[in-house]
C-alpha cells in the first residue's frame, strides 16, 4: 500500500504509469531534474507544490529499497563464491 497526499492506493503500482505514460515521464523528469538541483518552481524546497513533494520522497525510497537489495543480492553472490571456492 502507498499513501500519497493522505490517500491511500492499493492498486498495482505500474498500472497508473501503464495508462498515462507520459504523465509520469513528466513527473520523472522533474524528479531527475530535482537531484541536479533544478526545480520546477521558483523558490527552495519550501516552494514546491507539496504532491510533488511527497512523491519524491516516495520515489526516493522505492529506490533506496532497491538498491538496498542489489547489494544484498550482490552480498549473497560474493558469500556463494566464497564458500564455493573454499570447498576447493
Avoid: W
Amino acid at each position: 500500500m502507498l499513501i500519497i497526499d493522505g490517500e491511500e492506493h492499493r492498486r498495482c503500482p505500474r498500472r497508473p504509469i501503464l495508462e498515462d505514460p507520459g504523465h509520469y515521464a513528466d513527473i520523472f523528469y522533474l524528479y531527475r531534474q530535482s537531484k541536479e538541483g533544478y526545480l520546477p518552481e521558483d523558490g527552495g524546497l519550501s516552494n514546491q507544490p507539496a504532491k510533488l513533494m511527497e512523491l519524491f520522497r516516495e520515489t526516493d525510497a522505492a529506490l533506496r529499497k532497491v538498491e538496498q537489495h542489489k547489494e544484498e543480492q550482490e552480498a549473497a553472490k560474493r558469500r556463494r563464491r566464497a564458500v564455493g571456492s573454499a570447498r576447493r
